[in-house]
């Protein structure tokens, strides 16, 4: 959503600003500090609390920001502007959305504005060691008893998983029931024995973020821990705040292309060979001509789904498509950029290599574009 977007305006343009003095001097300057340690500092969160970007599309009486879609929109295009694929906001906000628009009263009341100042960390524990895509098949369960539900299993891949202190558990209240067996639990993960973080996964990109698998062994959720307070309506919540999340892979995945864009121009003016700028050179044009165009296309196609998004009108085959369109092209869009570096993009020290690194789980996670291609094909 750059400035030329519909959505933009005065108000929006200065809240860019102070995200982008954020980003500039509290998380760009630290990414390889990041990948290093495999997570960002936990002190991260409490300022961009205090900074008000965590939670920027939440009611203030919630102790969010009170914007809109698009307020919480610039906070992931700017990460996205300045390289970052550490701090993660975007599954914290997933969270919040969840208790939002299916949790109680009381669990608004209650987490939201913990997560919002940031003394809260959210993840969501979906997928498992045998069921990624297929959430049907999981395995994890939980028991009710006198003193709340006991939660037994495994999850994997959980983004926020080692600073995590709620964790949205999917989990199987009744595993006779199938999808109506399902349910949503908020685990907290302070003073709560069965709970145990594994390992930091060594991935192929975005070493920065925390990305753990998780162990429960009888871990305690306390009564009223089922979101929305009724068991079985874990798949139905999914299906409906998965949008959600998916809309912002695709917001994500334009402010990438966009950088990526940015950066090959200012390369290959800079870059000579047989005596001309590569800019100069026709084959060279031609790409970055595609690609401009490409990336308009996916801008114009983004603020769409933000207008969208904003007025209700976003449903699962939309934002199927933003996911998995943008993704694949945002891919193919650095590969393209990375040949444009030469040798360059190769080298890790070149920001455009750590986005081609970073960028391939894009079309993975959220659901893999595979089943993006099967949301969009049950709708014709």
Not at 167 to 173: A, E, F, Q, R, W
Not at 306 to 328: F, L, T
Not at 367 to 380: D, Y
Request: charged share 25%; with cysteine.
């Amino acid at each position: 959503m750059d400035l030329t977007s519909p959505s933009m305006n005065p108000e929006l343009e200065g809240f860019r600003d102070a995200v982008r003095r954020f980003v500039d001097s509290e998380v760009a300057p630290h990414q390889q500090r990041f990948r290093d340690q495999q997570h960002v500092d936990r002190a991260l969160w409490n300022k961009g609390g205090e900074m008000g970007m965590l939670l920027a599309d939440i009611p203030e009486h919630y102790g969010g920001s009170g914007g809109s879609f698009a307020h919480q929109c610039v906070v992931f295009e700017e990460l996205g502007y300045a390289g970052d694929m550490a701090f993660g906001i975007h599954v914290h906000a997933i969270v919040a959305h969840y208790i939002l628009n299916q949790g109680t009263e009381e669990q608004k009341q209650k987490y939201l504005p913990l997560l919002a100042s940031g003394e809260m960390v959210g993840a969501i524990a979906m997928s498992e060691p045998g069921a990624g895509s297929d959430l049907k098949g999981i395995r994890s369960t939980a028991v009710a008893g006198p003193d709340g539900y006991r939660v037994n299993g495994s999850k994997t891949f959980i983004s926020n998983g080692f600073l995590a202190d709620l964790v949205l558990v999917v989990v199987k209240t009744d595993p006779e029931a199938g999808a109506r067996g399902v349910s949503l639990l908020l685990l907290e993960t302070k003073n709560n024995p069965g709970f145990r973080v594994g390992r930091i996964l060594e991935k192929v990109g975005q070493k920065g973020q925390d990305t753990c698998e998780l162990f429960f062994d009888d871990a305690h959720v306390a009564s009223d821990g089922v979101l929305g307070g009724v068991e079985g309506r874990g798949f139905a919540q999914l299906m409906t705040e998965l949008p959600y999340e998916r809309t912002i892979l695709g917001v994500s995945g334009v402010a990438a292309i966009e950088r990526a864009l940015k950066l090959t121009v200012e390369h290959t003016r800079e870059r000579k060979a047989f005596g001309q700028a590569l800019i100069e050179m026709q084959n060279t044009r031609f790409v970055l001509a595609e690609i401009k165009t490409e990336a308009t296309i996916a801008r114009i196609f983004i603020d769409r789904c933000i207008d969208d998004m904003i007025a209700g009108r976003m449903d699962a085959v939309q934002a199927s498509m933003a996911k998995y369109w943008i993704s694949d092209l945002q891919c193919k869009v650095i590969d393209q950029c990375v040949q444009l570096f030469g040798g360059y993009g190769y080298m890790l020290e070149y920001p455009i290599a750590q986005m081609y690194v970073d960028a391939r789980v894009q079309r993975i996670y959220g659901g893999a574009n595979e089943i993006m291609k099967e949301i969009i094909a049950r709708s014709l």
